[in-house]
């Protein structure tokens, strides 16, 4: 509710709620939030005024660089490079540059954006902090969007660079070196990934299983035979989790040489036989989502035999949706009922289902839903079915879809899914639309119909936000038609 307020106009109102949080941090981090939303609905300004308000100096900070490219997203550059300027902790600096030459080099002025570079480069050489590899990735997006591709390589080099001297990061979160290798990659140039995937020199011999890289050689008490029979790998400065980034950014891709993915594919299964154990049910689950896509099905199903049964069955349903999503509907269909397991076959069916309806083949989708034993996952299927009807301009046949969904939660869903794709929220005073949000909220509440309120009567979001505060929710004050909220009941 607070972000829904902030997106249509009511930004304080939205604030005086963030600000009866009583946990620094939290509040913190709520505003942050509002200051984002707030910048890209457009008001640059309040959004400024609520970052200044917050607290927590690391977070204010994080507010401003957030609010550089969005000031220069709007024609205020002055503005920008003056709040850049602003930015107070060091490990910022470089970030909040990077974002201004991003922004400017998309908006076609590639001096500024070129010297804006320079800048960003300039703080993380001078004061390489928590962060760099963010920077050096972005500025590798800079030189490229330029055309500089000897400077983008140049950057890339240093950035690998890096990611060898910090060594594995764990499994919060992909190194940005993995943005810059799935570029090379899609380009057909995979001798930087090859590279990093040959394992480090080491001075005494091979690394240890989850090792992290470093120059460790055991325990010198340790009993010599015991050292001798434990089982050694070589590891390579780019983890499973780094090489899974690399598969999904390539799997993204619409069009693509598909020579790429056999070749992704071995390199994947070669990391993963040097015995990794972290993320390796990762990267397995991208290398085996990225041959389905590519209809390679047999390979990938293979792949995911190797997990435990009740893992692998349902990587076996992802792999259907995989290939229902690259276009074989029918063989995707054929291998969801092939699913011994019911659960699982329930979700591949939902997949499939969901991907006919996207294609305009609503008809086969609804007949394919009668398949689905399960009412919940028979409802969630029916979701995809009834917003693709109604979007294909049958609303009637979708309204009659929703009702034939069991459980209310799902049913409201669908109802919010037909409020956003209900021509008449635009051709017809939006009455029918409001009617639909309407159904909705009294089958589930406010959530699911929030983010469509925000497009079809962003003026109620404040009304529910009243009616929210005075535990009022009856009546025709649920939709109103009024140009102007109506303050709170007593």
């Given amino acids: ?35 984002k939303a707030a910048a890209s609905a457009g008001d640059l300004c309040g959004a400024q005024a609520l970052a200044e308000s917050i607290p927590l100096r ?105 990611t060898r001297s910090r060594g594995a990061t764990g499994w919060s979160q992909p190194r940005p070196l993995a943005r810059v290798l799935a570029r090379e990659v899609l380009a057909g140039d995979f001798d930087r990934l090859d590279a990093l995937l040959r394992p480090a020199p080491r001075s005494g011999g091979m690394a240890l299983e989850g090792d992290p890289g470093g120059d460790l050689e055991g325990d010198p008490e340790e009993d010599p035979d015991e050292v001798a029979a434990r089982p050694f790998f070589p590891r390579s400065p780019l983890d499973a989790w780094d ?18 993915v056999p070749a992704l594919a071995d390199r994947a299964e070669a990391l993963l036989e040097t015995g990794i154990s972290r993320d390796h049910d990762i990267l397995l689950r991208s290398v085996t989502l990225l041959l389905a896509r590519h209809g390679q099905v047999d390979r990938a199903m293979a792949l995911a035999d190797r997990l435990d049964p009740d893992l692998s069955v349902a990587r ?18 054929t291998l969801a009922h092939a699913i011994t397991d019911w659960r699982a076959q329930a979700r591949a069916l939902i997949e ?22 399960d009412p919940w996952a028979q409802g969630e299927a029916l979701v995809a079915v009834a917003r693709e009807t109604a979007w294909h301009g049958e609303p009637g046949r979708a ?9 209310r939660a799902t049913r409201a869903r669908a109802l919010a899914a037909l409020v956003e794709q209900s021509e008449q929220a635009v051709l017809s005073g939006q009455s029918h639309a409001r009617r639909l949000a309407a159904q909705a909220v009294v089958l589930d509440g406010w959530a699911p119909v929030l983010p469509a309120l925000e497009r079809i009567a962003p003026r109620s979001v404040a009304v529910v936000a009243d009616l929210m505060v005075s535990g009022s929710v009856a009546g025709d004050d649920v939709l109103p038609n009024r140009t102007s909220p109506r303050p709170p009941r007593p």
């Avoid at 939290?26 to 505003?31: N, V």
């Avoid at 090489?243 to 790429?260: N, Y």
């Fill in 399 to 407: 309204e009659t879809l929703t009702r034939s969904i069991v459980y």
């Fill in 316 to 333: 076996h349903a992802e792999i259907v949706g995989e290939l229902a999503r690259s276009g074989d509907t029918g063989r995707a269909e």
């Fill in 243 to 260: 090489m899974a980034c690399v598969l999904d950014a390539v799997a993204e891709t619409a069009h693509q040489d598909l020579a790429l």
């Fill in 1 to 35: 509710m607070p972000t829904a307020l902030a997106r249509t106009g009511h930004l304080a109102r939205a604030a005086e709620s963030a600000y009866t949080i009583d946990d620094e941090f939290k509040q913190g981090t709520e505003l942050l939030e509002l200051v």
């Fill in 352 to 373: 499939v289902v969901g991907e006919l309806a996207r294609r305009g083949e609503t008809g086969q989708a609804e007949a394919l839903v009668h398949s689905i034993n």
């Fill in 58 to 162: 690391q977070l204010r900070d994080q507010a401003l660089v957030a609010l550089v490219p969005a000031w220069a997203r709007a024609g205020e550059r002055d503005k920008a490079v003056a709040l850049a300027d602003r930015v107070r902790y060091p490990h910022n600096w470089g970030w909040a540059w990077a974002l201004l030459a991003k922004e400017v080099a998309d908006s076609g002025d590639i001096d500024e954006a070129l010297r804006f570079a320079a800048r960003a480069e300039d703080e993380v050489s001078s004061y390489p902090v928590e962060g760099t590899e963010q920077v050096l990735a972005l500025l590798v997006e800079v030189a490229v969007t330029t055309g500089d591709h000897d400077r983008a390589a140049a950057l890339a080099d240093r950035l690998a660079d890096f």
